[in-house]
């Protein structure tokens, strides 16, 4: 059985608690997500994605210039440790109805975040591609190229 660590992303995107919401939103579009971790002295506080920015901050009136990440992000994050079997980790995420956990050390520090789109890839994998509905999970998790907004 494959573990979180096999499967999660290292190096995900992520913003300071003191960063603007703007600032949060610039770092998402370069990097072409929807998600960003917050974390201060590597350990995680919470995570931030477009929907916090647009329904508790946009939709609210905030300044997304003027209101700090910290204000609208999601705390504390749901965690799993890199060693915990990958059946397991996924089973939480369905019963939480979560898309994402952050992965973190056994000092709290954060290592990575394991996302269902992540599992999808690595199942798909592990079925050498034979499956067809999980391809075409996969090839719509991938972001764009280019991003015709930016």
Known sequence: MATVGEVMTRDPPSARPSMSLREAA?????RQTGFLLVVEDGRPLGVLTSMD?????VARGLDV??????????????????SEPLENAAARMAK?????????DDEGRAVGVLTSDGIATWLARAREFRDP???AICQYS???SE????
């Not at 610039?26 to 370069?30: E, F, Q, Y």
């Not at 920015?53 to 901050?57: D, P, S």
């Not at 939480?96 to 973190?104: D, S, T, Y």
């Not at 991003?147 to 930016?150: S, T």
């Open 53 to 57: 920015i647009i329904i508790r901050a």
């Open 26 to 30: 610039l770092v998402m579009a370069s």
């Open 96 to 104: 939480m109805k979560l898309r994402r956990l952050v992965v973190v």
């Open 133 to 135: 509905l999980l391809n």
């Open 65 to 82: 210039d003027r209101t700090a990440v910290r204000t609208v992000m999601s705390s504390p994050p749901y965690t799993a440790g890199p």
């Open 147 to 150: 991003m015709p907004y930016m």
């Open 142 to 144: 991938e972001p764009p």
